[in-house]
């Protein structure tokens, strides 16, 4: 059964710490995985899209990593501020067109 | 530069009534996505379509169909609305990998 699980499912940190969100995945075929960002209210914004070869891609203070043989990946943020406060969807496509979300994590970012 | 575009922004109806939303895409963008989001959910995904033809099916309800037009725009039709359908419904274009979100469809169904 093709499957996403995140964790934690909510974190709270204080502004300027540093998080790392889990991502474990049991999709297949697998094509390639997605962080997404999502504002309460808002569409998803895209981070990351990493692909099988693919270990590690950054977008600004988002790190995403990937490890294809143990099916994880996780997203590491770093000096965290107000605005990241956020839900982060792990999504990953299967084939061409299937989308498998993940659970989410909401993270919440104290001053 | 364009981005999706998603109509109505806003939309109540009562339990049993259709609702019709549309998309409309970014120019030369041939993919779209409907997604439903509940209060405090994840988005989940509804169905897609490429080149006109339906090429991905997610939880979308029998009492809901979509299609997608010769000018790319796609229209998610929703019959027999229940409480439970309300969400804000989201369209995503794509041309090749990533997907661009719309400002979604706020549905409420009273």
């Known amino acids: 059964k093709n499957q996403v699980e995140q964790s934690p499912q909510s974190l709270i940190i204080l502004e300027g710490k540093n998080c790392t969100l889990q991502c474990n995945y049991t999709v297949s075929p697998f094509s390639n995985l997605r962080w997404y960002k999502q504002d309460t209210g808002r569409g998803p914004v895209s981070l990351t899209i990493m692909t099988f070869s693919e270990n590690t891609k950054s977008n600004g203070r988002y790190t995403a990593t990937l490890d294809a043989d143990t099916k994880q990946s996780s997203l590491h943020i770093t000096a965290s501020q107000l605005s990241d406060s956020a839900s982060y969807i792990c999504?990953?496509?299967?084939?061409?067109?299937?989308?498998?979300f993940g659970t989410g994590t909401r993270l919440k970012v104290l001053a | 530069a364009a981005g999706v575009i998603q109509s109505p922004r806003h939309l109540i109806k009562e339990k049993r009534e259709t609702a019709t939303l549309k998309c409309y895409p970014i120019p030369r963008h041939d993919t779209v996505y409907w997604y439903q989001q509940g209060p405090g959910q994840d988005p989940q995904f509804l169905i897609s379509f490429y080149e006109k033809m339906q090429s991905d099916k997610g939880s979308i309800p029998d009492r809901f169909s979509a299609q997608q037009f010769s000018d790319y725009h796609s229209e998610l039709n929703m019959s027999s609305l229940e409480l439970g359908d309300s969400a804000l419904y989201f369209c995503?274009?794509?041309?090749?990998?990533?997907?661009?979100f719309g400002p979604g469809t706020r549905l409420l169904v009273l």
């Open positions: 995503a274009s794509s041309l090749v990998e990533t997907q661009y």
């Open positions: 999504v990953v496509t299967s084939g061409t067109y299937k989308y498998i």
